[in-house]
């Protein structure tokens, strides 16, 4: 008995040790090598520099953000930080503001001194200096700038210029390392990396016709009009915004395609201006609501909610209430893709749109037309994703439209009734008294008559499509009638 116990003792042991030698035998856990951006750094780092605007006075300085003027109500701040935030130095003085200086980044596109940078940059400066990492400095000249884009095209007199290579922004994709050379802080041509978060993203605002590169590569003020790189060393975008509630680093930055910004350069170049493509309709994502009401089996789409008169859509025959499913093949889910779409199409182009009318998918030949150049995206380019809502009991009260009811709204639409009251579900969809009703579904309403034969058959369950014209601009707004218990 004793024997035996030795005996199970001994495999006991034997078992523990052949265990541990498994666990010792076992592979590492294999580790995955960073990229070394080294190489990129030393080849192309010399063709980024450091872009400073002069101002004769501060009040007239531009801003490393779009929108955002500097005043001379900044706190004052020691002499090595002047150039660094950009701001105005020193006492301040009643009467004409003294000298300032703001600071960005660019790249050199040419070896003959053409240089690109962000609008921004240089917006309203007097005199504009580029200085590169071997302290070379070049008064530059601007050549052109277009504020939709936010592009500048600068030159200095100046030849065999080191420069950088032109990549593909659409070959990006989410996960990708990308490298932003620049000057942060003025802390010129400081390198960081990251990742490219999302492409395609839509800030809106006057610069939805641009698919922003979002990357989380931090980025501060100064990097403005610099580069960002791919492994390749090619450039596809131009550092241009970041979104902080305290104007620092948060992951969250913005660069222009390097694509749109080439062909802006090349135009600004070549005629001084930038040609944008525009089909003429206003439109706005499908919601859940607007999909059940077009019977879609899906919230996806561009919901066509105006239509310029004598536009490219009008002629083409396009109209309100279709539903934009692609162009030229591209799959539309959601408005906010079209606007670039449309803007960098040439023209004088014709798109195929594919639209969802009555239940029945058709495709449109559209000759796009031209973008008015007044340095603002216009109402009808393919408009600024609306909202609507939809759900509750539908509770509306409505009135014809008296000469002078429509002199108190400002309304110089034809037809449409007025709502005067809400409740229950048309409050909560976001209807409001002063609203005024151009279409039940796809039927024009044009009196209070015909408002009530066009919702007398509404069932419990159902969902209605109404056309709301609101301070001059057209929207849909699905309402869902509850179904009864």
Known sequence: MLNRARRMAAVFVLLCFSSAGVALAAPPTPTVALPDFTSIVKKYGPAVVNVVAHYNHASEMGSDHPGEQPTQEQPQIPEIFRHFFGMPFGPQFEGPSPPA??????????????????????????????????????????????????IAVLKIDAKNLPTVQIGNSNDLEPGQWVVAIGSPLGLDHSVSAGIVSYVGRSLGSDQDTVPFIQTDVPINRGNSGGPLFNLAGQVVGINSQILSSTGGAMGLSFSIPINIAMDAAHQLETKGYVTRGMIGVSIQNVTEGIAKSKGLPEP????????????????????????????????????????????????????????????????????VGEMPRNGLTPEYIAGAPATSSGGGLLGLTVQDITPALRQQLGYNGKGGVVITDVEGAAAQAGLSPGDVILRVGNKPVNSIAEFRRDTANVKPGSTVLLLVSRQGTNTFVAISVPSTK
Not at 140 to 148: E, F, N, Q, R, S
Request: aromatic share 6%; glycine share 10%; net charge neutral.
């Open 101 to 150: 200086e703001s600071l960005g980044s660019g790249f050199v596109i040419s070896s003959d001194g053409y240089i690109l940078t962000n609008r921004h940059v240089v917006a309203n400066a007097d005199s504009v200096t580029v200085h590169f990492s071997d302290h070379r400095s070049y008064k530059a000249k601007i050549v052109g700038t277009d504020k939709v884009y936010d």
């Open 300 to 367: 996806q789409g561009a919901l066509i909610s105006e239509v310029q008169p004598d536009g490219p859509a009008a002629k083409a025959g396009l109209e309100v209430g279709d539903v934009i499913t692609s162009i030229d093949g591209r799959k539309i889910y959601e408005s906010s893709q079209i606007p670039p779409m449309i803007a960098m199409t040439k023209p004088g182009t014709e798109v195929t749109v594919g639209i969802l009318r009555d239940g029945k998918s058709r495709n449109i030949k559209v000759k």
